[in-house]
């Protein structure tokens, strides 16, 4: 059963850090991109930053770039983003997503497992 598992959410100020993790069991994906997506409320689910197989294989929404990083330990299946310089408009509920094997993709209806999400909410 393929499950993925999100951590490290919480509550922080405006200008704070946060780093989600993601957990991935039940398969390798060695051969998935990974990605994190963040819906609001009444919103839809945007796409945040995505990694490939390649570790240099990186991509960002223009709203996260220079502020968010995403890695991978493809050896313990899981995927970071660490957030710093956090903002009020990065309160979402974040999703680790997988889309694969051997596809690059930023947009939600490519990824073929999800997690049930992490809160983040930055106070002003």
């Known amino acids: 059963q393929v499950q993925l598992v999100e951590s490290g959410g919480g509550l922080v100020q405006t200008g704070g850090s946060l780093r989600l993790s993601c957990a991935a069991s039940?398969?390798?994906?060695?051969?998935?991109?990974m990605g994190w997506f963040r819906q609001a409320p009444g919103k839809e689910r945007d796409f945040v930053a995505a990694?490939?197989?390649?570790?240099?294989?990186?991509y960002y929404a223009d709203s996260v770039k220079g502020r968010f990083s995403i890695s991978r330990d493809i050896a313990k299946n899981t995927v970071h983003l660490q957030m710093n310089s956090l903002k009020p408009e990065d309160t979402a509920v974040y999703y680790c997503g997988a889309s694969g094997p051997w596809r690059f993709s930023m947009i939600a209806d490519g990824y073929d497992y999800w997690g049930q999400g992490t809160q983040v909410t930055v106070s002003s």
């Open positions: 990694i490939g197989w390649s570790a240099g294989l990186t």
């Open positions: 039940g398969r390798t994906f060695s051969s998935y991109t």
